[in-house]
């Protein structure tokens, strides 16, 4: 599977699902499974249990769950709204922009 548009540290809004509307900065990216994880968005329950060698509290945690990158959209800088993510080629250097304003978009640090 080719490249996604949604980069680390991309601040997004979820388009859809019971967390519609919510914003939050992409974690990580899973692009063979086309999938992002979201801060504080999808948040489900996992069981953890204690560990004998650490000391660590077994219980019921929350976390976040990886949700589908058709239901999210980068939202841009400058718009301060959810906007489509196109490209821009100059020469030998290719920058995300957005297809509203047409401002580049913040390039993903490393």
Not at 8 to 29: C, F, H, I, S, Y
Not at 68 to 93: L, Q, W
């Amino acid at each position: 599977m080719a490249g996604l548009i949604i980069h680390r540290n991309d601040r997004v809004e979820v388009l859809t699902g019971t967390d519609a509307g919510k914003q939050g900065r992409v974690l990580r990216v899973y692009p063979d499974k086309a999938k992002v994880l979201v801060e504080h968005v999808r948040m489900v329950k996992k069981t953890v249990s204690s560990k004998s060698g650490k000391n660590t509290k077994g219980g019921i945690a929350e976390q976040e769950a990886p949700i589908h990158v058709s239901n999210v959209a980068v939202v841009c800088p400058n718009c301060n709204e959810p906007r489509r993510v196109g490209y821009k080629i100059e020469g030998d250097t290719k920058t995300r922009i957005c297809r509203h304003c047409g401002n580049a978009l913040p390039v993903k640090t490393k």
